[in-house]
């Protein structure tokens, strides 16, 4: 005989072995797998309304001083750098996003907090397609808070709605209404038939 019962048994023990580990590998992948695949369809997806929305905030952002001439957006005052030596507030004014940007008040997140041209306070409502007429009473609470926690006395604190476009209600709600205005952008997609490679 030339294997014996021993070398065998050892033999099929050591393989039923091997193929419980390599089995078990293989439903642990699988389970993995299956897990991931369910929190990514659990997850909530970014929508195209968000991703519109913090392009349109960007955009502005970025462009502020070419789309707002002389305005500028809502900055600390100086004491507010605190134990920062003078010589380094212009490099972290510069370099730091403004507060005015998404400012957290106990009315809400105002999107955009400026000033005008004449000194103003402005607060920017952005709406990444229709302007519903609910608005003015977002933005009356926003107006509401800067008016009493934020403007210097006998400064001018106005709204701006800007929007890719709104419905007649508001139309006729913002008609009596002097210190809430309504702009609308539009976006443009514009291809280079001839592009050139940037340098």
């Given at each position: 005989m030339l294997f014996s019962g021993d070398f065998v048994?050892?033999?099929?023990?050591?393989?039923?072995?091997?193929?419980?580990?390599?089995?078990?590998?293989i439903v642990w992948d699988y389970w993995i797998q299956q897990r991931e695949n369910r929190e990514k369809a659990n997850a909530t997806?970014?929508?195209?309304?968000v991703v519109l929305e913090r392009q349109l905030e960007?955009?502005?952002?970025?462009?502020?001083?070419?789309l707002f001439p002389n305005w500028q957006i809502f900055r600390q005052s100086p004491q507010d750098f605190g134990d920062v030596p003078n010589d380094n507030r212009q490099k972290r004014s510069?370099?730091?996003?403004?507060?005015?940007?998404?400012?957290?008040?106990?009315?809400?997140?105002?999107?955009?907090?400026?000033?005008?041209?004449?000194?103003?306070?402005?607060v920017i409502e952005l709406k990444r397609?229709?302007?519903?007429?609910?608005?003015?009473a977002q933005i009356d609470r926003y107006l509401s808070w800067v008016r009493a926690n934020l403007a210097q006395p006998g400064q001018r604190v106005w709204g701006l709605i800007i929007a890719r476009r709104f419905d007649s209600r508001l139309f006729h709600t913002?008609?009596?209404?002097?210190?809430?205005?309504?702009?609308?952008y539009q976006w443009k997609l514009r291809f280079d038939?001839?592009?050139?490679?940037?340098?």
């Open positions: 048994g050892a033999f099929l023990g050591a393989l039923i072995g091997v193929l419980a580990i390599v089995g078990g590998f997806p970014l929508s195209v309304e960007e955009y502005l952002v970025n462009h502020f001083s070419e510069q370099s730091a996003r403004p507060p005015g940007i998404r400012y957290r008040t106990e009315a809400g997140e105002i999107d955009l907090l400026c000033y005008d041209s004449k000194g103003n306070l402005v397609d229709r302007a519903p007429d609910r608005v003015v913002l008609q009596r209404r002097r210190d809430i205005r309504i702009w609308t038939k001839r592009p050139r490679p940037s340098k």
